[in-house]
């Protein structure tokens, strides 16, 4: 098995793991609008990331890697949904009566977030050259020397890059389903695959904070007061 068959196997396992973990709950089992729409973006995620992966094994590298920034976005609107200060945000995005900010202004509210905050900003501020790749940019655009011959825009190195990156990220967003739905259990099970995953993309060059603790939960402010306890809100 080749460098890349192995990678793609593995992130193949992946998804078809959190997949099965989204499918046994139900959101009509959760009563916050948050935890809905959290579950919700976290599933999405995860039939991004299963697109990419049919991407890189038909070989439109160009295509996986812009695949990346949905993954990215995706991931992202989870976290800022997961962590809105107050559910009547939530009930306006639900209802279809509001659309979510722009991915600048959730990446930088999600960066303020507590404890993990700072790693978000690391590790969205390392993936300036992918970001170039995903948005279709000249690093795309001058690689192809050959039109029609799409199998040589990238090597093996960065399309296995592409495939660390999408694994880390859908771990992430496993990660906030995991508080969507107060599973403790499963997010410890996530964290450990995600040490491996960081460990790997390391390895690639891409700064991924080995400190990279625990997520917490979110402060949910509801009619006027604050739920489980007075911890200041930390989102909005």
Request: aromatic share 8%; charged share 20%.
């Amino acid at each position: 098995m080749s460098l890349l068959d192995a990678r793609f196997a593995r992130s193949a396992h992946l998804n078809h793991v959190c997949v099965g973990i989204l499918a046994k709950r139900s959101t009509d089992s959760l009563t916050d609008s948050r935890d809905r729409l959290t579950v919700k973006a976290t599933d999405y995620v995860a039939e991004l990331h299963r697109s990419q992966l049919f991407l890189l094994n038909d070989q439109h590298y160009g295509a996986a890697a812009a695949m990346m920034r949905l993954v990215m976005e995706g991931a992202l609107s989870a976290l800022y949904i997961l962590h809105l200060k107050d559910e009547a945000h939530a009930i306006q995005l639900e209802g279809g009566k509001s659309f979510l900010p722009s991915a600048g202004k959730m990446f930088a509210r999600c960066s303020r977030l507590p404890v993990i905050g700072a790693n978000i900003e690391t590790i969205g501020r390392s993936q300036g050259p992918f970001h170039k790749f995903t948005h279709g940019d000249m690093p795309q655009i001058n690689r192809r020397h050959s039109p029609g011959d799409w199998t040589g825009t990238f090597d093996q190195r960065e399309i296995a890059t592409f495939s660390i990156i999408a694994d880390f990220v859908l771990l992430g967003a496993m990660d906030t389903y995991s508080h969507a739905v107060a599973d403790l259990v499963l997010q410890k099970a996530i964290r450990a695959v995600r040490d491996d995953n960081g460990a790997e993309a390391r390895a690639f060059g891409m700064q991924i904070p080995e400190d990279d603790t625990f997520s917490p939960p979110p402060v949910r402010v509801s009619n006027g007061g604050t739920e489980g306890g007075t911890r200041p809100s930390y989102a909005g």
